[in-house]
Structures are given as C-alpha cells and as structure tokens.
C-alpha cells in the first residue's frame, strides 16, 4: 500500500468515528430524509450529522423540523440550515430565521434562514419577511446565546 492509500484510509477511518463532523455538500438526486423529495435548491436545504449515522438532508426547514418532532436528535448531532442569500451552511443554534408567505419552498413552509440579522435583512428576496427564533421554526430551545440577532 502506497503511503498516499495509507494516509486516505486513515482519513476515511476518521471521518466515520467519532463526532458528528462538518457540513457536508448536498450531492445532486439527494432525497430529503423526511419527504423523500429530491433536494433541489440547496439555499432552502438543512442537514443533521449525528456521530456514527450517515447524513440526514432535508430539502425544507419545515421537513428537518417534522423530523426533529417525530425523531429528537442524539446527543453530539448537528443541525445545519444553509444561509438564504449564500448556501453556505451554519448551525442551526445559531442562524436566524423568517417566514414569508411569497417565498416558493418545496413544501411551503415559507421558511429561510441567514446567518446574521444583518444578512436577512440585506436579502431582497425576502423583504418584509416574519422574523423567527429557533424556538419558533424547531419547538425547542437552542443556547441563549445562540438567539442573539448578529
């Protein structure tokens, strides 16, 4: 085994233990793990990462929400809810979150989410938009601190 193979495995071996990881891309066909619609606007998409589990996507807040309710996360996952106006992905603890009945999602819960207040506020596409807490999009609690409009 060439030193490069060794060194991938080991990579590889490390990924699949221990914690939940960093976000991962959402690969094209993707089916969302609570409708099982295939994720198509990665903007809108979410994703939990629990230790030892493959990866959960979700192509609507609303859908990781019902999936939440029905299935509550391990200790050590990780939600993730990409940014509305990026697609980069941030915890789910610490985004802050709208609704705007305009805004098209794939099963219209009309739900986003930014990173700051800041970037939601600066995102035309959802100007006038119902600020949310992640109390409000996931019927639970998230850190205080997590809560704070950046």
């Known amino acids: 085994m060439t030193r490069a193979a060794a060194l991938l495995l080991c990579l590889a071996a490390a990924g699949c233990s221990g914690g939940a990881g960093s976000p991962l891309a959402v690969e094209p066909g993707t089916p ?73 999602t794939p099963m219209n819960s009309h739900l986003f989410a930014h990173a700051t207040a800041a970037a939601r506020a600066a995102d035309a596409g959802v100007k006038g938009a119902r600020a949310l807490t992640f109390a409000e999009v996931f019927g639970v609690t998230a850190p205080v601190e997590a809560h704070r409009d950046r």
Do not use: N
């Open 32 to 104: 969302c793990s609570q409708c099982r619609m295939t994720v198509l606007e990665p903007k809108l998409a979410s994703q939990l990462l629990a230790p030892g589990e493959e990866p959960r996507f979700f192509d609507d807040l609303g859908c990781l929400a019902a999936y939440l309710s029905a299935h509550p996360a391990e200790a050590g996952a990780t939600k993730y809810v990409a940014d509305h106006a990026t697609g980069q992905w941030i915890e789910a603890s610490r985004a802050v979150y709208g609704r705007h009945e305009a805004l098209a």
